[in-house]
């Protein structure tokens, strides 16, 4: 399997090497499909209520907007996004260069496309990593998957 073997950007000289993770499309599409239902929510019942386009699409605009930033700024972003990740517990550098090591205490996979860890770091603090399956190769997608299934049953 190619995935955590290959030669990867975030490789430290004489350790085992990282798993570069890319910005997901998928989970992009998803935010953007649930910012324009929302915004259709919001300009519905503001219309009901109004009866004037103008202050509905107000509404709608700064709906998606507050949406938008929300999810850049909440997770989805770069900054907050890892940009690699090593299977030893789990070791995720930031794109800023910050080094977090925890530990994956659950997980919850959706038909191949997402895997939601649920991961714990040094102080005990949980934190939830959803991995969309388009972040990383097939290989290291399965690996990882596995890894977290092996991890959680651990816990119980």
């Known amino acids: 399997m190619a995935g955590v073997c290959v030669d990867r950007p975030h490789r430290e000289t004489g350790s085992t090497p990282g798993v570069a993770m890319r ?7 998803a935010m ?39 999810s850049y700024r909440g997770g989805c972003g770069p900054s907050r996004r890892p940009s690699a990740c090593k299977s030893d517990g789990l070791t995720l550098w930031s794109r800023s260069g910050d080094v977090r090591r925890t530990r994956i205490a659950g997980c919850a996979q959706w038909s191949g496309r997402l895997l939601a860890l649920t991961l714990v770091c040094a102080r005990g603090r949980r934190e939830t990593l959803l991995v969309p399956a388009d972040s990383v190769d097939a290989g290291t997608f399965r690996q990882l998957a596995v890894l977290a299934r092996r991890s959680a049953a651990s816990h119980l």
């Open 23 to 29: 910005p997901s499309r998928f989970l992009r599409g």
């Open 32 to 70: 953007l499909g649930f910012a324009s239902v929302a915004g259709a929510s919001v300009f519905q019942c503001a219309y009901a209520h109004t009866e004037q386009v103008g202050h509905a699409a107000v509404a709608c605009a700064a709906t998606m907007a507050a949406f938008g930033l929300a």
